[in-house]
T-cell receptor, first 113, second 114 residues
């Protein structure tokens, strides 16, 4: 049973517009949520995270929103750039699990110029 | 600062063989985690080593094992290879003292089992 789900395998956006990537989770014990970005032939790269005690975290063009009651988080990229084209993974961890992240299967973002 | 280095990058094995993959973490990082990435299952946690001790383990059979050396370098071993073990094996390092989940991944070792 998938504890972290990214229901959209792909997303296409025009340069300059907003990209919204979504993620749902089922485990109420998750207390840390992260987004990773992956380019082909490279390992995932940490992008942004949010603790369960917050509902928003912002870093430049990237903002993550957490809705605990809905068990939903989203990543907003504004404005989107062609270099943002990659696979985005949502991940979660629970308590002392630390580096034992549970990953979603990823959403491929394509930003066209 | 040098990143996480994994060797070999690509390898081909046949069923029944065993394989050893190596990972050198970022200097100063004491935690090394291993993940398996397959098209069907996505990224799945294998295990984590911290200060030469296995600190956490995922839901994989005993054929998958690992170890960590005093210099924090880590190896993982898969014995009696099966076709389903074909995957990208990713190593990730972190300081290990604050488990925020922020990991630094290597480029991975692509294993093909024939």
């Amino acid at each position: 049973d998938q504890q972290v789900k990214q229901n959209s395998p792909s997303l296409s956006v025009q340069e300059g517009r907003i990209s919204i990537l979504n993620c749902d989770y089922t485990n109420s014990m998750f207390d840390y949520f992260l987004w990773y970005k992956k380019y082909p032939a490279e390992g995932p790269t940490f992008l942004i995270s949010i603790s369960s005690i917050k509902d928003k975290n912002e870093d430049g063009r990237f903002t993550v929103f957490l809705n605990k009651s809905a068990k939903h988080l989203s990543l907003h990229i504004v404005p989107s750039q062609p270099g943002d084209s990659a696979v985005y993974f949502c991940a979660a961890s629970a308590g002392q699990a630390g580096t034992a992240l549970i990953f979603g299967k990823g959403t491929t973002l394509s930003v066209s110029s | 600062k040098a990143g996480v280095t994994q060797t070999p990058r690509y390898l081909i094995k046949t069923r029944g063989q065993q394989v050893t993959l190596s990972c050198s973490p970022i200097s100063g990082h004491r935690s090394v985690s291993w993940y398996q990435q397959t098209p069907g299952q996505g990224l799945q946690f294998l295990f984590e080593y911290f200060s030469e001790t296995q600190r956490n383990k995922g839901n994989f059979p005993g054929r998958f094992s690992g170890r960590q050396f005093s210099n924090s370098r880590s190896e993982m071993n898969v014995s009696t290879l099966e076709l389903g073990d074909s995957a990208l094996y990713l190593c990730a390092s972190s300081p290990g003292t604050m488990n925020t989940g922020e990991l630094f991944f290597g480029e991975g070792s692509r294993l093909t089992v024939l």
